[in-house]
């Protein structure tokens, strides 16, 4: 079986919790092999991070430059096609800097490729046995690769468990003179940060939440009277967002804000993994859908199948009575 | 500018619950309603609004069967100029790199400034725009959530964590993938469509294009799927059942317990 090379995403010398949900994916394609990792960037922090994923990754392949400070996936996936071995295996995470880098390096490396993993069953010869989702997470499906000439991957973050064991003892080789030039073929500006909502979601304890499912921005009433009577906050799903219902302040998910309430009420909401992701703290997740296979319910604590545009204005009734 | 957008004909899950067919190994395909992909609507919109702006054209293309005419004709009832559509037996069950060197074909007979597909269609994949820029060797970015457009150069925002956007100077040609939100797609009335019903949209198949059919086929894939399945999902959530009022007595006491009521 190939090498397996993982692409470690880290910030400011902190490195990302997928880095050690890709040295356990890497596993799962050949439990024998230690996979090995990539880190890129500029400045100081950079070796503390590689000392770091040497715990956990047999070799630590680091390419140092300032024009990496900033992880332009224009220039990575150049010095990636310089560096990898050929037929090698090479994850990502399946969040936005993978999306922009890795498609584009398959093409580069004539290697497989395949979105968005979220399981591995394990190698048969150089074919790859890979589990995906579809249709926002309605149905799974199984997926073969050939990976003899090679495969990138990018794998949903959160599906597999961090590989905690440290054990790998592996030692940092540094590629930067073999990643050829750091040219841009975009230039980086800068980030424009989200702006603030009138309430921040991040810190509320409970949270009426709407989807697609609320159909119409007049019905939106019903969500606000239901949380008026519960004192929580309203926030949503990013469909309401795109259709400028709500501000972007209160979309949660992994392109929104992060929220960590006690109680997360999920009404008309599919449950795709980039809404889920935005919800920490295993808070008591209440889900209102009208179809009794929504995703949504495998991962709710409870559930309730029906038509929320009927159901909230009568709890909400009921709740102002107590 | 000449722009080309990528569009795809999806099952409209809006519309339809997708659910397994009785054998379970692929999706009830019966009485699928079918539409353009949400993406490639923004993606679309946003072609039409750069164009009002400063000149060109708009034209829409996809890898589909007969059908797929349908969608061309939608977004060209939303104002593209032009539909192209790439047939062919051979073109059955590709893989997301058999799509891109389909389209990167086509690309390569016109002659565009600016390539836009959705950031993503139904499978979730998001592949086949950073493909299409790879194998074209043009720049490309992913989730463009703004473009301003300065001479033959682009301003774009792409949308990172958080609701943070990165910002980019890119330069022409290039691919973007664009992302929902971006604009506010026009509605398109059943006037719109019958205005492009008889407007010819031409079919280019393997050998127009100058592919050979078992390089980019079905037998080419390196990524196949072999079956549809309900995965076992852990516990579940616990259906309240009963009538409206019991379900809502159930939950108001749950709610209380976890601290959901103040
Ligand atoms: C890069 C990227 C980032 C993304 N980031 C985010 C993010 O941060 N946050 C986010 O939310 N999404 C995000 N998305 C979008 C995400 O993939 C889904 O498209 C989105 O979460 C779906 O929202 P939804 O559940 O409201 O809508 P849908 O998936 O359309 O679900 C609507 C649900 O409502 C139910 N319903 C309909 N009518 C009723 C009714 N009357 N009563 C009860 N139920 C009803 C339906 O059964 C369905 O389950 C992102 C996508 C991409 C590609
Ligand atoms: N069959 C197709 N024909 C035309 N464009 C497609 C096709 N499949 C995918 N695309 C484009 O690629 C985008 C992303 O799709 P995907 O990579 O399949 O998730 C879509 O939004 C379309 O713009």
Redesign the interface.
């Known amino acids: 079986m190939a090498q397996v090379f993982a692409y470690i995403l880290h910030k400011d010398g902190v490195v990302d919790d997928t880095a050690l949900e890709l040295a356990a994916a890497a596993k799962k394609i050949d439990a024998g092999a230690t996979p090995n990792a990539i880190v890129v960037g500029a400045g100081d922090a950079l070796d503390g991070v590689c000392n770091d994923m040497a715990a956990s990754y047999g070799e630590v392949w680091k390419v140092a430059n300032d024009a990496l400070t900033y992880p332009d996936a224009e220039i990575v996936r150049k010095l990636l096609a310089n560096i990898l071995p050929a037929d090698s295996i090479v994850l990502f995470a399946h969040e936005h800097l993978g999306m922009d880098l890795a498609p584009g390096l398959s093409v580069k490396l004539d290697a497989a490729f395949v979105p968005d993993v979220v399981d591995i069953e394990g190698a048969d010869g150089s074919t790859l046995k890979l589990v995906r989702q579809e249709f926002g997470g309605a149905v799974s499906a199984h997926v073969t690769c050939d990976a003899s000439q090679g495969a990138v991957m990018t794998i949903r973050p959160g599906v597999f468990a961090a590989d905690e064991s440290k054990s790998a003892g592996g030692q940092v080789v540094d590629k930067s003179a073999d990643a050829g030039d750091f040219a841009a073929t975009r230039k980086f500006l800068e980030i424009v940060e989200a702006e603030a909502g009138d309430v921040d979601i991040t810190k509320s304890e409970v949270l009426v939440s709407c989807g697609r499912g609320i159909e119409d921005e007049e019905n939106l009433e019903i969500a606000f009277d239901l949380a008026k009577a519960m004192g929580a906050d309203v926030s949503c799903s990013r469909p309401i967002v795109d259709a400028k219902w709500l501000p972007k302040a209160r979309q949660v998910g992994t392109s929104g804000q992060t929220v960590k309430p006690k109680v997360y009420l999920a009404c008309g909401i599919s449950g795709s993994f980039q809404h889920m992701g935005g919800i920490k703290g295993n808070p008591f997740i209440v889900a209102i859908n009208k179809n009794a296979k929504a995703p949504i319910f495998q991962v709710a604590d409870v559930g309730i199948v029906t038509d929320m545009l009927d159901f909230l204005p009568e709890l909400t009734e009921k709740i102002e009575e107590l | 500018m000449e722009i080309l957008v990528c569009v795809k004909r999806v099952?409209d899950?809006?519309e339809n619950?997708?659910?397994?067919n009785g054998a379970g190994n692929d999706?009830d395909r019966d009485d699928l309603v079918y539409s353009v992909n949400e993406w490639d609507n923004y993606a679309v919109e946003e072609a039409l609004q750069i164009v009002d702006k400063v000149g060109g054209s708009v034209t829409v293309i996809s890898v589909g069967d007969d059908e797929s005419e349908e969608v061309l004709r939608r977004e060209m009832a939303m104002g593209a100029d032009k539909g192209i559509l790439l047939s062919d037996d051979a073109f059955e069950n590709v893989d997301?790199?058999g799509i891109?060197t389909i389209l990167k074909a086509a690309v390569e007979k016109g002659n565009y400034d600016l390539i836009f597909t959705g950031?993503q269609a139904?499978?979730?994949?998001?592949?086949?725009?950073?493909?299409l820029?790879?194998?074209l060797d043009v720049?490309?970015?992913?989730?463009v959530n703004t473009i301003e457009v300065n001479g033959d150069k682009l301003?774009i925002?792409?949308?990172?964590?958080?609701?943070?956007?990165?910002?980019?100077?890119?330069?022409l040609p290039?691919v973007l993938s664009i992302q929902?939100?971006i604009n506010?797609p026009r509605y398109v009335g059943i006037r719109g469509i019958r205005k492009v019903a008889s407007v010819e949209i031409p079919t280019l198949g393997a050998a127009d294009l100058g592919l050979d059919a078992a390089a980019v086929g079905a037998s080419a894939a390196?990524?196949?799927?072999?079956?549809?399945?309900?995965?076992e999902?852990?516990d579940?959530?616990?259906?309240?059942e009963g009538s409206?009022e019991e379900?809502?007595?159930k939950?108001?006491e749950?709610?209380k317990a976890?601290?959901?009521?103040?």
Not at chain 2, 122 to 131: I, K, R, S, T, W
Not at chain 2, 139 to 143: D, E, G, K, R
Not at chain 2, 157 to 163: D, K, N, P, S, T
Not at chain 2, 236 to 240: P, R, S
């Open positions: 099952p899950t809006s619950e997708i659910e397994l999706i997301g790199r891109a950031a139904d499978d979730g994949a998001a592949q086949v725009g950073g493909m820029a790879a194998m720049p490309f970015a992913s989730l301003k925002g792409r949308e990172i964590e958080g609701g943070n956007q990165e910002m980019y100077e890119i330069s290039c929902t939100g506010e390196r990524v196949q799927r072999t079956d549809y399945f309900l995965p999902m852990g579940g959530a616990e259906i309240l409206t379900i809502i007595d939950l108001v749950l709610l976890k601290g959901g009521l103040k």
